[in-house]
């Protein structure tokens, strides 16, 4: 790492949050229960978690995920026949962690403004977490109309006696049933969900037996390759776009051109990789072992996407020397970034009386 002034850091122990959205016990217990909720899609057959499972490190083990008129859990999901409904446009990212989206090297953060999803196309959970209600492959379904599908799912909560009782009791206010508490109280529970004591953290927190010699080989290997001059900082992420040419997926039946259409895509965090696969937005690298050969091939002006050409590929690509006998101590590296002490529990029921979790 001597080679880069980029840093890799420890996660701090306290959730940084909004001034207008601060944590409490009971905003984030009702957000628990929305997530797990399927009242919040359009056919009420899809909740937040379905595609982002406490089984699945808070991701999917899918390439891309299935939303709307699908069935089954994990690998066994599958669309209900007849389908319309494409499958979800990108891979699905963890939200573990998510609390800290946007903490550089300088260990400065601002909730209000944190990077999210892979095109950068929201700031702040708050405005995040109603995106994927308005989104129709995602939960939205083709029934109720992008425009009035929040109305339509503030109406229904409204109608639920216990739901009201809870906003009044998170929010300290009558008829606080809204559109913006929605948001509010979604967010407060995913900044619940924090790993952040992984054997990594502890040895960067003065533990010098939390990691082994090959990890530490495998971590200087890390920063001697160039991953770090765009994975780094606590979250291992400079939530920067960047083009790499990354495979498109063929279940989309398009080539997804990222931000303003250039292939551009968000970097995504390096903790709890071993949860997450298959990795990259299109899902298309199944191991990270694949993901290092896939940088390596990129190193060595092997561009896997044939729509990207090498003048579009991100400058510091160039910088990028990955060793094909480095990769198994950076994988070995990247391990000890993996914590499961987070909250993993799952409603018994919801207020909704539908399945937990949707139809999973």
């Not at 009971?26 to 899609?41: A, N, R, T």
């Not at 403004?113 to 939960?139: G, N, V, Y």
Request: net charge neutral; with cysteine.
């Amino acid at each position: 790492m001597e080679e880069s002034n980029d840093i890799i850091a420890a996660l701090p122990l306290e959730i940084p949050f909004p001034k207008d959205n601060p944590i409490t016990k009971e905003k984030s217990e009702l957000g628990k229960l929305l997530f797990f909720d399927p009242i919040l899609s359009g056919n009420k057959d899809v909740a937040c978690a379905t595609c982002h499972h406490p089984e699945f490190g808070f991701a999917e083990n899918l390439e891309l995920s299935i939303g709307v008129n699908g069935h089954g859990f994990g690998s066994k999901r599958a669309f209900k026949t007849p389908n319309s409904i494409p499958f979800v446009k990108r891979n699905s990212q963890t939200v573990v962690n998510v609390a800290f989206n946007g903490l550089l090297q300088d260990g400065k953060i601002e909730p209000s403004k944190a990077p999210m999803f892979w095109d950068l196309r929201a700031e702040s959970l708050e405005k995040q977490a109603l995106e994927p209600i308005k989104t129709m492959e995602e939960m939205r379904g083709k029934e109720i109309s992008e425009d009035i599908i929040l109305d339509k799912i503030v109406e229904r909560l409204k109608g639920n006696k216990t739901y009201n009782t809870l906003f009044e009791k998170a929010f300290e206010s009558q008829n606080s049933v809204s559109i913006e508490n929605l948001g509010k109280a979604l967010a407060t529970y995913q900044r619940t969900i924090v790993a952040n004591n992984s054997r990594f953290d502890k040895y960067l927190r003065g533990d010098e037996t939390a990691l082994s010699f090959n990890e530490i080989e495998g971590m200087k290997a890390f920063g001697k390759s160039g991953c770090i001059a765009c994975h780094n900082g606590p979250m291992f992420s400079d939530f920067q776009l960047h083009v790499l040419g990354v495979p498109d997926n063929e279940k989309l039946g398009f080539s997804d051109m990222g931000k303003d259409n250039k292939y551009a895509f968000r970097t995504p965090s390096l903790r709890n990789l071993r949860l997450t696969a298959p990795y990259m937005h299109s899902g298309k690298l199944k191991t990270l072992k694949h993901v290092l050969e896939f940088y390596e091939d990129l190193a060595g002006n092997l561009i896997a996407n044939p729509k990207v050409n090498a003048s579009q590929i991100d400058p510091k690509i160039a910088k990028l020397k990955v060793d094909f006998k480095d990769i198994s101590a950076i994988v070995e590296f990247l391990g000890t970034l993996n914590d499961e002490s987070y909250d993993k529990t799952i409603p018994k029921k919801v207020p909704s009386g539908l399945k937990v979790g949707g139809n999973i």
